[in-house]
T-cell receptor, first 113, second 115 residues
Framework: DQQVKQNSPSLSVQEGRISILNCDYT??????FLWYKKYPAEGPTFLIS?????DKNEDGRFTVFLNKSAKHLSLHIVPSQPGDSAVYFC????????????FGSGTQLTVLP | DAGITQSPRHKVTETGTPVTLRCHQT?????MYWYRQDPGHGLRLIHY???????DKGEVSDGYSVSRSKTEDFLLTLESATSSQTSVYFC??????????????FGPGTRLTVL
């Protein structure tokens, strides 16, 4: 039973356009959400996070939106660049859980030049 | 980048043999984690540690054991490797202190093949 779901295994976007990656969760106790980026043969790297007390967090070209009522979060990348091509994982955690993260299955983003 | 190394980076072994993977950190972080990554599953938590000699099971702990005798080292052992344990294994660390966020920092991974 996956508590964090990324229903799109892959996404292709033209360079310069917006990339939108989606993530849904089922556990209402999750109160902190993160996005990681992963290149082949490397470990995941932290990208951006959001606490459940917020509905938006921005960091340069990356913005994460959280809709708690829908149990949905999304990552927007604007403008998309070829170097953004990677697998993106969303993750969620609950307070006091030894910072355990529950990951989605990932979305392969390909940015076409 | 957080100072995390994993060894070995690649290993091929045979079914039934014991295997130990090592994670070493230089950040003095309290929490350490072992994940496996498989296609269609993302990263799944195997075991984690919240201090020296303090460990607990994760989502997919069967067939694995861990030990943490020093802050900087977290060992993952497959007592008797099986083909289903062929995977990429990632170690991660997380900060300590009340103000620390839930971010985890990952090592480069170990690709394990069990024949």
């Amino acid at each position: 039973d996956q508590q964090v779901k990324q229903n799109s295994p892959s996404l292709s976007v033209q360079e310069g356009r917006i990339s939108i990656l989606n993530c849904d969760y089922t556990n209402s106790m999750f109160d902190y959400f993160l996005w990681y980026k992963k290149y082949p043969a490397e470990g995941p790297t932290f990208l951006i996070s959001i606490s459940s007390i917020k509905d938006k967090n921005e960091d340069g070209r990356f913005t994460v939106f959280l809709n708690k009522s829908a149990k949905h979060l999304s990552l927007h990348i604007v403008p998309s660049q070829p170097g953004d091509s990677a697998v993106y994982f969303c993750a969620a955690s609950t307070s006091g859980s030894a910072r355990q993260l529950t990951f989605g299955s990932g979305t392969q983003l390909t940015v076409l030049p | 980048d957080a100072g995390i190394t994993q060894s070995p980076r690649h290993k091929v072994t045979e079914t039934g043999t014991p295997v130990t993977l090592r994670c070493h950190q230089t950040e003095n972080h309290r929490y350490m984690y072992w994940y496996r990554q498989d296609p269609g599953h993302g990263l799944r938590l195997i075991h984690y540690s919240y201090g020296v000699k303090d460990t607990d099971k994760g989502e997919v702990s069967d067939g694995y054991s861990v030990s943490r005798s020093k802050t900087e080292d977290f060992l993952l052992t497959l007592e008797s490797a099986t083909s289903s344990q062929t995977s990429v294994y990632f170690c991660a660390i997380s900060g300590h202190g009340q103000g620390a966020s839930n971010e985890q920092f990952f090592g480069p991974g170990t690709r394990l093949t069990v024949l």
